[in-house]
Structure formats: structure tokens, C-alpha cells
């Protein structure tokens, strides 16, 4: 499942790169910006002839390149990183697009030839919420089509040689072409908040007109057009993004405060890595949609349409957020006129604005779906009757699936899936799945495995599911996420041939003794203690937050095996039965009032030496891969669209609409979350890792998107109960057999479960510190005892 721009893609944008590297630096857009035309014409007709972007979404037998969505979209982040002045959304973006889409040869012929050249601009005006509503009133008589009607802001019109009109006949839509020099025509420049791109007002009295399509054709061609006029934008608004985290990065690495680079301080770390995570999250949607676009023609406009409104509804806000943060880090020098922060600001505000606010493409997109009122949702013509699957990804590659989904359907011919009270039978046909390679696809042959990308294992579990399998997440959630990847990475044969199958099949739960009441976040100062007696460790201390230590029947396990060493560097990864003599599990009442979680208190437990993960003493670099696939299992798990906690929040605001206190606030609030959540979803696909690599500290953007994402939608849940959101199932001390971290049964108390997200697995704080620091190069705080012995630090 691969929606990345492709290796010519990215050719493409190296060549952009360097072309506005040299011909828009920063003097180059100050020197353009308010003036007439406002941009440098010797270096559009460069851009048009040596470059030929302006032919790029122009099909090669009027002149132009045949390029898709994609490769479009990547001229216009590049741009958006540099503030680009040139008329090109007006003329590539919206014009050529509607031209082309017209299939109006005769137009095609007459206007693309001369835009592909750079010896003509043109722009696209409407007037109402889309070209397809347009209320431009367009009327036919003996000598020919007028115009007549005002539009308050178009977008780089006092440069056009010629206008594309969108607007309504008697008989329905009508789209067609305004010269420059037509009588009636009145184009007046208006002062435009982001002075990179220049505005005005267009009245037409009457105007000559000429016709290029009307009816389905008009509102074919201007759907297509203004949804792929929304994904540009937000392209570009991503580009900006993308250059203004690199400048806020930049800056709290250099700029010294306090004896210390500002970026070592938490309060601007935690600052960048939210803007990274918003990033990576308007990457994720507007890639796709891109993808989208250039694999999803007419006939499934409905699609295209969503992932355009998605991703322009993110991208807006992200542009925003990091536009605002990074003049924040600058500080009062970032609010001067003589910074670039400003100029990104002002392109930010007036790109979230442009073609509809973040809001009405959340409105756009609900309609889309068929989510809320009847009267709120919009049919796009080719989309039969506007309703989309729930909602089956439309990014998978068929060809590299087949066998391997042949494999499956083979697979459950053969083991049909028991009945979910059927325990053994379904233990059963686990060892047999793991048997055929269809436990985890990226293990190798032999181990449960097929040598295959991990991308490829949401084939199969989409398969079982859909057979009623029970995928086991919440019954052995530490053995499958975290044990069972940690082992086949640093286990030895032995060991990879004892524990990888049980735990798979759940004839063996696992959980996991890391944490300990004095060493939470900072768990490498913990202090339970390993010392080797003949051929066993002595295993004393105490550990908490042990989530299935009740029926757990192994453990992996954190433990100090040297302490005159620095933290990091004395401590041994174990595997213990925790059967074993002198293991004691005291429940640990949560604020559910159930005892999910345990403590776990150790007493001479006997290790043989054959349970040692790893080396002794470099137990804290098996422990990372641990955390790291815990942070996946936890955060990045790719489900399909629309399903898990936001379906839960669908289905109570569904039930929630014939109350009167449920009004559009609340609709736009759903929505905001169905954002974040498919955003989110596409984020886990676009980094899962290839199979030759395990997981990278990118996992760390899941976690924290789930954690904060799951609290959201579940108090959004709760706040959708009304007066019931007073009430509660109970607060029975039960300890369940089942982990919840996704939350599960009433979504009151679900909601209060979701509060550990952001603690568990490595609390929110620490995720940012892992993002600041490990991705974007950010400077650590100062740690006063990391090459000091562990006896002698100081420690809770």
C-alpha cells in the first residue's frame, strides 16, 4: 500500500528545487509582492519553456507534458516552500485543469497550446461556495452568450489574458471564456492580505462570453477542477509548512538562552514536535489525495471529492498552527517585517480561507460520507448514490496481494474460524496459521512468517477478520506487540522456537515488567536486581503498571544486573515464567475500578541463564526495541477506514441527532475528529517499515496521535450521551482478562480508560521529547547522571 510520489516524482521535485532556489529567494518574493503583475514575467516564460511546468497537467497533443495529480501537486508544495509569486494556481491549477476536463476539444485546442508556452495566464471565477454552484447568472441570446454578475475575490485576475467563467443559465450550469478585453469587464485590484499572491474584484455588465461547456459536462469539469484546485492548495500549503518547521527547527538549535541552545528546553521541544506531527499528518492526507486523483476518475468523483475536502481541511489548519508556532520560537524578531515568518503567516490565513475554510470542507466531507443531517450531504455527479463503503481503502496494490490473499482464502478453506467460545479451537487454528506463514508476514519462513514487507500483513488480518477471527489484540496485547517482535529480533534459535508459536496462538500470555514505582519515564534508573547464582539469576524488586500480570504466564522483564555501571549500560533483558517461586501479583485498582493493572513484586525469583534476550548488560538496547514496537501496537496499528474508536463516535452521534441540543457545532466537532483519525490511519500506512528495518522512533507520532486523538473522540462520545453522560455501567473491582487500551463496552467509561493513553507505553511528554530529539535533531536536555554509576545517582 504505497501512495508516495514515485522515484520520477521526486526527480521532478529535485529539479523545481533548484529552479526556485536560484529564481525565488526570499529578496526575489519581497521585490514581487504588491506589485503589478506580481510576478517576474522572463522567469515564468523559464519555468514555462525549460521546465514546462505550466504543460504539465496538459496532455502532450496540445503541448504538454501528460503529467497526473501527483506530479502537479509536487510543483505546487515546492512552490509553497518558497512563496512562489507567479500566476500558476490560477492558470495551471484551475484553468488548464477546467479546460482539460471540459473535453472540449475545440477549447482544448484554441487556449492550452498558448498556456503551455507561458504567452498566456488565465484564472477561473465563480461566485458562492464552488465553481458547481456558481451564481454568475449566464444568459444565451441571438448574438451569443453574456455574463452578468460580481465576484468579490479572484484570485490573480489583474494579470489574466483571459477569464474562465463558472456560472448558472436557465438550463443549468455553463462554463466558459472571458477575454481580458472584453466590454463589460471590470477587473479592480484589491489589497490582499497575503501580498504574495495578488487578489481583485471581476464585475461583469453583459460580458461576451464564449461557451465550453455546460450542463453534466460544466458540472463534471468543475467538480474535477475544484477538487483538484483543493489539493494544490494544500500542497502548497504543506510545502510551507514543511520550510517553516525547518526554520523554527533551525533557529532553536542555534538561538542561546540561558546558557543553552532553546531548543533543549522542553517547552519549545514539545512546541516542534507538535508542529511535526501536524506535518506528517497534512503529508499523509494530501499525498493521498493526490494519489487519489491521478488513479480516480469521473466516475468516482465521490472519493476524490472526500479526499480533497480532508485534505485541504488538515493541511489548512497545519499551515496555521506551524505558521503561528514558528514565528512564537523566533520571537520578537520573528514579528518584525525584515523576518520571513510573517510572509508565511499571512500565507497561511489566506490559503485556510482560500476555496472554502477548514470548517465547510468538514461540513463538505460529512455530506460526502452521508454523516449528519439529510440536508447537509452532497452528491457529486458519478457518484451513484453518494454513499461510500465504510470505507474500504482504495490504496492497496492488487497485484502484489493476490497470492498472498489466495494464501488466506486457501488457509480458511481449509481451518474455518471456530466459534468465538470455542478457545482450543481457536488456539488451534492459530498454530496452524503460524504454521502457514500467516502469523506475521514480515517474520521469516519457518517462524510464522513469509519474508514479506509488513505493509502487506493488513491482507491477512483484514481477511480473518472479516472470517470472524479473534485477532487477540486485547488478550495478549504485550505477547503479540511487544514479546513476541522482540524475540524474533534478538532471541536465538532456541528461543524463537519455544516462545514465538505459543504466544501467537494464546496457548501463553505475556506481560511485561518494565516500569517500577521509582523509575516510570525515566525507566532506565530502575532497581530491581539481577546477580547470577550458578546458573540462574536472583531476581528481587518490585514492578507496576503490569497490565494482564494476573494471567499472565510469562513476563518479559527489565533488571539491573550491574550497578556500578551508568544506567543505560548495567541493565539485562529477561524472559521469566511468571509461575516461577517468589512471583507475587497484587491487583492494582484503576480509575475504572477495575485492576486491569497489577503490581508485581519479586522475590528471589530463580532465572535460568538460558532466559537472558540479548547479552547481559546491554539489555537496554533490546528494551528500545520493545518500546518502539510497543509505541506500533499501541498507536500504529492500520485498521481500515472509519472503523475502531471513530465508528464508536459515528454511531453515538448518529443516535444522537433527533435531540435538539445536537446542532451543527457538534457535527463540525465529529468531523474534526474523522479528520484527525483518517489522517492518522493514512500517517500508520505511509511509515510502516520495510521489512529489512524494524521500528523507528516515527512510531513515537502514533503513539502520541493516539493517545491524544482516542481521549478526544471518547469525551466527544460522552459529551454526545447528554444527561445519560451523567450515568455509568458501575465501578465493579473485576479484573479482566482483557487489555483496553483502545477502549471497549460503555464509552463513559472507555473514556475514563483512555486517560492512560497518554501515560502508558511512554507518556505524551516523553513522545515529544523522542520526536524533538530523534527526529528533528533538537538538542537533549542536560542530563546530570548519564555517564554517572547507577549507585550513585540520585533516584526517586
Known amino acids: 500500500m504505497n501512495y508516495m510520489p514515485d522515484e520520477s516524482a521526486e526527480s521532478l521535485r529535485e529539479i523545481i528545487h533548484a529552479f526556485l532556489a536560484k529564481f525565488s529567494t526570499e529578496q526575489d518574493v519581497r521585490n514581487l509582492m504588491g506589485t503589478s503583475p506580481g510576478y517576474d514575467a522572463p522567469v515564468w516564460h523559464r519555468l514555462s519553456t525549460e521546465l514546462g511546468l505550466t504543460g504539465l497537467a496538459i496532455p502532450e497533443e496540445h503541448g504538454g507534458s501528460g503529467a497526473g495529480p501527483v506530479e502537479v501537486g509536487i510543483a505546487f508544495e515546492e512552490m509553497g516552500r518558497k512563496l512562489f509569486c507567479a500566476p500558476f494556481l490560477s492558470t495551471v491549477g484551475l484553468v488548464a485543469t477546467a479546460i482539460v476536463e471540459s473535453g472540449n476539444s475545440e477549447a482544448c485546442r484554441d487556449f492550452l497550446p498558448a498556456i503551455v508556452s507561458g504567452d498566456r495566464t488565465a484564472t477561473l471565477v465563480w461566485e458562492g461556495p464552488s465553481p458547481t454552484k456558481s451564481q454568475l447568472r449566464i444568459q444565451h441570446k441571438d448574438a451569443g452568450w453574456t455574463v452578468s454578475g460580481r465576484v468579490p475575490v479572484a484570485v490573480e485576475a489583474t494579470a489574466a489574458d483571459f477569464v474562465l467563467v463558472a456560472g448558472a443559465s436557465a438550463d443549468g450550469p455553463v462554463v466558459g471564456v472571458v477575454e481580458s478585453t472584453a466590454p463589460g469587464l471590470a477587473i479592480e485590484s484589491l489589497t490582499p492580505l497575503d501580498q504574495t499572491r495578488p487578489l481583485a474584484s471581476v464585475q461583469f455588465n453583459a460580458t461576451p462570453v464564449r461557451l465550453v461547456c455546460s450542463g453534466d459536462d460544466a458540472i463534471r469539469s468543475m467538480t474535477r477542477t475544484y477538487d483538484l484546485a483543493l489539493l494544490y492548495v494544500a500542497a502548497e500549503q504543506l510545502g510551507a509548512s514543511a520550510r517553516q518547521l525547518e526554520l523554527a527547527v533551525e533557529y532553536a538549535k542555534t538561538r542561546t538562552q ?50 480533497a475536502s480532508l485534505a485541504k481541511a488538515v493541511a489548512s489548519e497545519c499551515c496555521r498552527m506551524v505558521a503561528l508556532q514558528t514565528l512564537q520560537i523566533h520571537g520578537g524578531i520573528g514579528f518584525t517585517w525584515e523576518h520571513s515568518a510573517h510572509l508565511y503567516v499571512k500565507r497561511a490565513k489566506s490559503t485556510q480561507l482560500l ?84 502469523a506475521l508476514v514480515s517474520l521469516p519462513e519457518g517462524l510464522g512468517g513469509r519474508s514479506l514487507d509488513p505493509t502487506m500483513q493488513q491482507v491477512v488480518d483484514n481477511a480473518f477478520a472479516a472470517a470472524g477471527a479473534d485477532d487477540h489484540e486485547g488478550r495478549n496485547t504485550i505477547g ?309 554509576a547507577w549507585i550513585d545517582s540520585n533516584r526517586s
Not at 488466506?408 to 481457536?426: C, I, S, T
Open 258 to 307: 540561558f546558557g543553552r541552545a532553546i531548543g533543549s528546553f522542553q517547552a519549545i521541544k514539545h512546541r516542534c514536535a507538535d508542529m511535526l506531527v501536524a506535518v506528517e499528518s497534512a503529508r499523509s492526507v494530501v499525498y493521498h489525495g493526490l494519489w487519489m486523483a491521478a488513479n480516480y476518475g469521473p466516475a468516482d468523483s465521490n472519493l476524490v471529492s472526500q479526499s
Open 355 to 438: 476555496f472554502g475554510s477548514p470548517s465547510y470542507h468538514r461540513a463538505r466531507l460529512a455530506g460526502l460520507l452521508g454523516i449528519g443531517h439529510p440536508d447537509q450531504t452532497e452528491r457529486s455527479i458519478g457518484a451513484g448514490d453518494g454513499q461510500t463503503p465504510v470505507m474500504e481503502d482504495q490504496t492497496q496494490d492488487h497485484t502484489d496481494t493476490e497470492a498472498l490473499a489466495q494464501a488466506v482464502a486457501d488457509f480458511l478453506g481449509k481451518y474455518p474460524v471456530p466459534h468465538p467460545d470455542d478457545r482450543m479451537g481457536d488456539r488451534k487454528m492459530r498454530e496452524a496459521r503460524f504454521d502457514a506463514g500467516l
Open 480 to 788: 503479540l506487540g511487544m514479546a513476541l517482535p522482540t524475540i524474533a529480533e534478538h532471541g536465538t534459535a532456541e528461543q524463537k522456537a519455544r516462545y514465538l508459536r505459543p504466544c501467537f496462538s494464546g496457548e501463553e500470555i505475556w506481560c511485561q515488567l518494565f516500569s517500577e514505582p521509582g523509575a516510570g519515564s525515566d525507566l532506565a534508573s530502575l532497581s530491581t536486581r539481577a546477580v547470577l547464582n550458578g546458573d540462574a539469576y536472583l531476581v528481587n524488586g518490585q514492578k507496576v503498571w503490569t497490565s494482564l500480570g494476573h494471567v499472565a504466564s510469562w513476563a518479559i522483564l527489565l533488571a539491573r544486573t550491574d550497578v556500578a555501571a551508568p544506567k543505560h549500560r548495567g541493565l539485562t533483558y529477561f524472559l521469566v515464567d511468571m509461575r516461577s517461586p517468589g512471583v507475587e501479583v497484587r491487583p492494582l485498582r484503576q480509575i475504572t475500578g477495575e485492576a486491569e493493572f497489577n503490581e508485581v513484586y519479586l522475590t528471589d525469583v530463580r532465572i535460568p541463564v538460558a532466559n537472558v534476550l540479548g547479552r547481559v548488560n546491554d539489555g537496554w538496547r533490546v528494551a528500545m526495541t520493545t518500546l518502539a514496537n510497543e509505541r506500533v501496537a499501541l498507536g500504529a496499528r492500520i485498521v481500515e477506514r472509519g472503523t475502531g474508536p471513530i465508528r464508536q463516535l459515528l454511531d453515538i452521534y448518529g443516535s444522537a441527532l433527533a435531540r435538539e441540543d445536537v446542532g451543527e457545532e457538534a457535527l463540525d466537532r465529529v468531523m474534526l475528529l474523522w479528520s484527525r483519525a483518517e489522517a492518522a490511519r493514512l500517517t500508520n500506512i505511509r511509515a510502516s517499515r520495510p521489512r529489512d528495518q524494524g521500528p523507528g522512533p516515527e512510531g513515537s507520532i502514533a503513539k502520541l496521535q493516539m493517545a491524544e486523538l482516542n481521549q478526544a473522540i471518547y469525551e466527544c462520545c460522552v459529551d454526545l450521551c447528554g444527561s445519560d453522560g451523567l450515568q455509568i455501567d458501575g465501578y465493579d473491582y473485576v479484573a479482566p482478562e482483557y487489555a483496553t487500551p483502545q477502549g471497549r463496552g460503555d464509552v463513559r467509561k472507555v473514556w475514563l480508560r483512555s486517560l492512560a493513553n497518554s501515560i502508558e507505553g511512554g507518556t505524551s511528554e516523553i513522545m515529544r521529547n523522542i520526536l524533538g530529539e530523534r527526529i528533528l535533531g533538537l538538542p537533549p536536555e542536560p542530563r546530570l547522571d548519564k555517564n554517572t
